[in-house]
């Protein structure tokens, strides 16, 4: 009855209310009816099996659609950038924007280990579970490995990573008869009496020391996809698409017909979220031992981001801008505040380009042609928010599974959150689509995507707003550097002056050159 009515009202939800709107008020019909589920009846297999099928369904088409989204975004994009990334404006541009999303990924990370949302770590648990520590050094091998995959196949289900095998050093065997002798002591071990005269019988152990062991790494290879080998392969060849021209035309077309049809498959995905949601929350609802304790942990988490997220937003970006710059950060911000407003609203960077192209054109007098270039790149490529709210989330999923997680792992999730950003679209919780990647390319869970799903639509609008800001403070810094190399609109007319011939010539001379008066020739 409860499994029907949760449908039912669902589906309503979906169709009657916007989306965040519907996915809010089915979070809450979730936990209302596993609450009572749990209370007033016993769980039978039957229920758990519904769950776990729509929760399995639901995370294999967001794993299906997510490769081809990364690949094909990555490819047409990077092939689209490369004719503008030849001039200076273009290459400081794009090198701007990677340098400061991985900046925010380093402050989401930074941020998420000193607050530890997920809580206390179980190192105890960790080193007694008998799982071999792999040194830094193999990590960072085993990631540039990754980077460059033998099989583009087989990257897709496998990766590389370096096993640690214990290996008991034997001697031959006609020494192993003498060093037991020589190495095995008897100790005696003798009771006293207590205060009521209890006899203790005396016993004697032979103790033998532990055989030399030794941890052997060896190369091999673990399940989860090569996430990072399949990107770095999809810019490198989006890149030499855009070198080579018309030539490589119909691959880039293809790409981003493709991702087209991807985005709408995913916007239906988004649509029909809200009924999948209530599988998905109740069934990691019932899984909990204390629904209570993860209820704090979230609390922390979205403390976590949003901290983050002011961190970098309201003193990193304004600081790199001044020192640039030197200019007053505050004023160039009030001039982009009703941009900044808007994409709160919205919660989408693409819907709030119009806004922040006419703020910085009219309120900050940025040059037109300036802004034609940065801020549609900054809203394709520039995702500061979601890199930090990606590299946060995922290393909260393995605190809360007690992942100890290794320095090449760190290291993973900061390049895989920097390359997801990218791919991210400019349309709301896009960063739920790309999540998958970087919990993929470190093993993490990917259905524990279902514990961060009750605050992001409230930390979207956040991210959403230092997406905005970083891409408007791109431009002004872009502005500033690349000034000498736009004259002002209307400057050039008017210290020009223009000598027609035959009605089939033009040429300009400066004001300066110019030794004859201005006529024309018929």
Not at 19 to 33: D, G, K, N
């Amino acid at each position: 009855m409860s499994l029907t009515l949760s449908i039912t009202l669902s589906i309503t939800l979906s169709i009657t209310l916007s989306i965040p709107l519907s996915i809010t008020m089915s979070l809450t019909l979730s936990i209302t009816l596993s609450i009572t589920q749990s209370i007033t009846l016993s769980i039978t297999m039957s229920l758990t099996l519904s769950i776990t099928l729509y929760i399995t369904m639901s995370l294999t088409l967001s794993i299906t659609l997510f490769i081809t989204l990364s690949i094909t975004i990555l490819m047409s994009g990077l092939a689209a950038l490369d004719a503008k990334c030849s001039s200076r404006l273009g290459i400081m541009t794009v090198s701007y924007y990677l340098w400061t999303t991985f900046v925010a990924v380093v402050v989401g990370i930074l941020m998420v280990t000193i607050i530890h949302p997920g809580g206390a770590a179980q190192k105890e648990d960790n080193e007694d579970s008998g799982k071999p520590i792999m040194s830094s050094a193999d990590a960072l091998l085993d990631l540039i490995r990754n980077m460059f995959p033998a099989n583009l196949v087989q990257a897709t289900f496998q990766q590389y990573r370096t096993r640690s095998i214990p290996i008991m050093k034997t001697p031959p065997p006609t020494v192993t008869a003498a060093l037991m002798e020589s190495t095995t002591r008897r100790v005696y071990i003798y009771g006293v009496q207590d205060d009521n005269g209890t006899d203790i019988q005396n016993f004697s152990l032979d103790l033998t020391p532990p055989p030399d062991i030794q941890m052997r790494t060896l190369p091999g290879t673990s399940d989860g996809m090569n996430v990072l080998g399949i990107v770095i392969f999809s810019a490198t060849m989006g890149i030499m698409l855009g070198r080579m021209g018309p030539n490589g035309s119909a691959l880039v077309n293809f790409c981003q017909s493709l991702n087209e049809a991807v985005l709408k498959i995913v916007a239906i995905v988004i649509w029909y979220f809200p009924f999948g949601i209530v599988f998905l929350v109740a069934g990691k609802i019932l899984e909990m031992d204390d629904p209570s304790a993860m209820g704090k942990k979230l609390g922390f988490y979205a403390i976590t981001v949003v901290m983050g997220l002011i961190l970098h937003g309201l003193f990193i970006l304004p600081a790199m801008y001044f020192f640039i710059t030197k200019k007053s950060p505050i004023v160039y911000i009030r001039g982009i505040l009703q941009a900044l407003l808007i994409s709160l609203a919205t919660s989408s960077s693409s819907a709030t380009l119009p806004i922040t192209f006419k703020c910085l054109l009219e309120n900050n007098h940025i040059d037109r042609r300036i802004i034609r270039f940065v801020l549609p790149v900054g809203a394709t490529i520039n995702m500061d928010g979601t890199a930090l709210y990606e590299a946060v989330a995922a290393i909260f999923i393995a605190q809360v599974n007690n992942y100890e997680l290794d320095f090449g792992q760190i290291i993973t999730i900061s390049i895989t959150a920097t390359a997801a950003s990218i791919g991210a679209a400019g349309i709301p919780q896009a960063g739920l689509v790309t999540m998958v990647i970087v919990l993929t390319s470190v093993g993490l869970p990917t259905d524990d995507i279902t514990l961060i799903i009750a605050v992001d639509w409230a930390l979207d609008r956040f991210r959403t707003m230092v997406n905005v800001m970083g891409d408007a403070l791109a431009t002004g810094i872009m502005a500033h550097i690349c000034r000498k190399d736009f004259v002002k609109e209307g400057e050039q007319v008017r210290n020009t002056l223009t000598w027609h011939h035959n009605a089939c010539q033009t040429l300009n001379f400066p004001f300066k050159e110019v030794l004859f008066p201005l006529c024309t020739v018929n």
